[in-house]
RNA sequence: GGGCAGGUGGCGGAGUGGUCAAUCGCAGCAGACUGUAAAUCUGCCGGGCCUUGCCCUACGAAGGUUCAAAUCCUUCCCUGCCCA
């Protein structure tokens, strides 16, 4: 029997959703033998997010264990870009516009990965060679039934929605990745089941060899929808410290375990026995305080991380002000408040900015301006807070 | 190739000659309440301005009819369903 600590049991199941075939990978793992595995990620964005982090760490993890890991970066499958989360099809990425998100992407992953001890790989230089009478040996092993089964076409067949016929391709790539590179594990989210078993039976097929794979628990996103950037709801790797913890303290609260399961270290006991304390009536925002701390302290570091929770406190929980405020100076003598706000940049247009002042958002000097034909007079510095996070110190030049 | 139904704001979805910058829901923003939680409530939610009002842009695209078009006509493009 192997006991809590083992990290081969450790590996194969925190932040786990499925293995395929997991005792075989299992025993593989146990056999001692370095296995070779990758995770594909399409650069659609150009910031990486705490759900993207989820599979990134699984692969630090085999990392730690000596195990060859590949990091592949899907510059060509972003071209078709995947529909397995969506309900639509997607507008496809221009070649500039896939290049330009990787650019800081190594950068970011960094944070998690050990790129001197991994293989970067980019799939364009293999998809983009294959012809006609390729693509059509890697279609004629699957079936259309196989295809439309899955639920979101079912979805979008019900609701009449068009399916690109190219969408079906997408899987067909992503198996073609496997194949490519002859691994033995796969990882990705586990709404990549699909994509990634069709690489396993491309694999059994034209290598002969056995692919697993493991798919992790998703992560929702702030709001308790799935993390994505179109619901704006992400928490980036890149976010500034203040930024992590303060948006991981407007999480819903029922999210905190999955948080700390899936985007900390803390050891698996420590998570249960937390939930037991909340359960017994803890308040959740102190443990999503030690969460706040524990996922900076991962991206910024120790002190970065203690810095930023004595700056919401500070300014959450105590009303203050942020120790640090900027400052602009401005040439003119008096602004009208709405102009004052664009200027600021806290606002993208007048009218906006009038809204915000009407809607009680403004204030000067921590009162509250609601006549949007206020005039500011700048012959003394003022401090003008916008909403509940941005302030500014005006100053006149 | 033929028949039918459609293309409206970030999304869903009303409207079918003037009262339409376009009902409503979701998402978003601000406020109240709070634990910057959730839930709830209130206001806002194309842009600009000299803001009880005015101007510009916008209901797939281009033309046309009309004092007036998201709404009618023509052509084109796109999508779904059915038939072949």
Known sequence: MTTKHDPITSILTRGVSEVIVKNELESLLRSKKKIKLYLGLDPTSTLLHLGNAIPLRKLKA????????????????????????????????????????????????????DFSKAETVYNK???????????????????????????????????????????????????????ALGVD?????????????????????????????????????????????????????ADTPGEQYGKLMSTTDDLILDYFELCTDLPMEEIKSMAAEMKAGGNPRDYKMRLGREIVTIYHGADSAAHAEAEFKKIFQKKDLPSEIAEKELPEASYNIVELVVTAGFAPSKNEARRLVEGGGVKIDGEKITDYKSVIDLKKPHLLQVGKRNFLKVVRR
């Open 125 to 179: 230089d293999w998809l983009e060679k294959l012809g006609f009478k390729e693509i059509l040996e890697l279609a004629n092993k699957f079936t259309v039934q196989q295809m439309i089964e899955r639920d979101m076409y079912q979805d979008r067949m019900s609701k009449g929605k068009p399916i690109g016929l190219h969408e079906f391709l997408y899987p067909l790539m992503q198996g073609y990745d496997s194949v």
């Open 62 to 113: 085999f990392q730690d264990l000596g195990h060859h890991v590949i990091f592949l970066v899907g510059n060509f499958t972003a071209l078709i870009g995947d529909t397995s989360d969506k309900d639509s099809m997607r507008k496809p990425l221009t070649q500039s516009e896939i290049d330009e998100n990787f650019k800081t992407w190594k950068e970011q992953a960094s944070k998690i990965l």
């Open 185 to 237: 594990l796969e990882l990705g989210g586990n709404d990549q089941l699909f994509n990634m078993l069709a690489g396993r039976t491309l694999q059994k097929v034209l290598n002969n060899r056995e692919k697993h794979v493991m798919t992790m628990k998703l992560l929702l996103g702030t709001d308790g929808r799935k993390m994505s950037k179109s619901y704006n709801n992400t928490i980036n790797i």
